[in-house]
């Protein structure tokens, strides 16, 4: 049988996630992110399902060779997750194994689904040597600001807070839990928010970038310059940025290499379709 569990007995769970693997995981099971977790025993688990709080995905983790849980998950899929899933919009089940091991093992389970699959990237600062980058010239109608809660506040000077709103909301239970366990900058133009990098998922000392440039101001440097921001305010706390970017995704990759980031592990996402 597959359970949910309760916020409080996340923790049941720290010791069948890959302390290797991705951010988000450990974020949701360490309870700095909102998600959800439905498990193969809610007392003792040994193979699980970790919902994301933002809606970014589901993540397998624990025991790949239980087949318990893995010829019971299609079904549970079927019945508790999808339609859960269509009432906040989602229409794509899209899931990651937590260890390599989990690759073959979705692809077999959901091998009657349309699967399509993608890469991911994983990128953070070198262990040793890294120089703190030049930061980019924009144009002077360009201004950073610091996402502090007086900035989150203001409500008269600064047009489209609902985006920085938006975007935390989406990560974060609350804006007070941000502001005591994340970082971020805005770049305003024209007394409007433009785009904004910031901690997503945190654990400890890591924190996960999120960076977001509107369509037409990019191509100018904004996001680099932001993300430098970002860098430098991680190296003075001892904090560690944590880039995590689909393959695809060109323009992220070179800001994050421009910025001094390495490549330091990769991973398989896989994809099917509620009507499919």
Not at 231 to 236: A, D, I, R, T, Y
Request: aromatic share 14%; with cysteine; net charge negative.
């Amino acid at each position: 049988m597959i359970s949910e569990l309760k916020t409080e007995e996340f923790y049941r769970c720290k010791r069948i996630i890959n302390q290797q693997g991705q951010l988000e995981v450990k974020a949701v099971v360490e309870g700095y992110n909102p998600g959800r977790i439905f498990v193969d025993n809610p007392s003792s688990p040994t193979t699980g399902l970790v919902w994301l709080g933002n809606n970014d995905g589901f993540f397998f983790i624990g025991n790949e060779e239980n087949e318990s849980f893995n010829q019971k998950i299609n079904s549970y899929i079927d019945t508790v997750i999808i339609p859960e899933a269509r009432k906040v919009g989602l229409s794509w089940f899209e899931d990651i194994g937590n260890h390599a091991k989990w690759d073959k093992v979705i692809e077999r389970i959901f091998e009657h689904r349309t699967l399509g699959s993608w890469n991911q990237k994983v990128y953070m600062l070198p262990d040793e040597g890294y120089q703190v980058m030049n930061d980019p010239v924009t144009d002077h109608e360009y201004r950073v600001v610091k996402n502090d809660k007086a900035f989150y506040e203001n409500k008269n000077e600064i047009h489209y807070m609902e985006l920085l709103h938006g975007k935390i909301l989406e990560y974060w239970s609350s804006p007070n839990e941000f502001f005591e366990n994340g970082i971020g900058y805005c770049m305003v133009h024209n007394n409007e928010i433009i785009s904004l990098c910031f901690s997503g998922f945190v654990v400890g000392n890591v924190h996960g970038v999120d960076i977001e440039t509107e369509a037409v101001h990019r191509g100018k440097k904004i996001a680099q310059k932001l993300a430098q921001m970002f860098v430098k305010n991680c190296l003075e706390q001892d904090l560690l940025p944590y880039w995590d970017v689909m393959e695809s995704n060109k323009p992220s990759i070179a800001v994050a290499v421009n910025i001094g980031l390495i490549n330091v592990f990769n991973y398989v996402g896989y994809e099917f379709s509620f009507d499919k």
